[in-house]
């Protein structure tokens, strides 16, 4: 899939898509603000599944992402409020993909490079990093020097 421009023409329309919000969020406001906003009134179990299916990635994966048993994902209803810290990783997640696929330009390259040991990141595969905040904010990083062209 490739980043089309009139799809996803920011970083926040992909998180209100992916993780299919439908409150009203005022457009002007500032992203990180929308982003507590959400985060304080929590997202619906139908965020992940959504997320789920838009990144490509299994339940088990994003369960231990969002550190949320695959079981409680599977008996929750998609109305079911999950909790602050997980909502807050759903979005990080899902801004993390949205800067993937718009430096490989395309989703399936993106994760190929999320699934290949890489050097940069002490050989791991970026998606064993991106189970904790600070593996989230290494993997960004790395993603800012391959967009900016310095490859480490």
Do not use: C
Not at 25 to 50: D, E, Q
Not at 70 to 79: K, S
């Amino acid at each position: 899939m490739k980043l089309e421009s009139a799809e996803f023409t920011t970083e926040r329309d992909t998180v209100i898509k992916w993780l299919d919000i439908n409150k009203k969020i005022p457009k002007r406001s500032n992203s990180a603000f929308t982003y507590i906003k959400i985060i304080r009134g929590g997202l619906k179990s139908k965020s992940v599944n959504s997320f789920i299916k838009h990144s490509s990635l299994t339940k088990k994966q994003v369960s231990k992402m969002i550190h949320i048993s695959e079981r409680t994902l599977q008996r929750n209803p998609p109305e079911k409020i999950i909790d602050t810290t997980s909502s807050e990783r759903l979005i990080d997640l899902t801004r993390l993909f949205h800067k993937g696929i718009t430096v490989f330009n395309e989703k399936a390259k993106f994760i190929t490079w999320l699934n290949r040991p890489n050097r940069a990141l002490d050989n791991q595969k970026p998606i064993e990093l991106i189970e904790t905040n600070m593996g989230i904010d290494l993997v960004i990083d790395e993603l800012l020097r391959i967009e900016h062209g310095v490859f480490s």
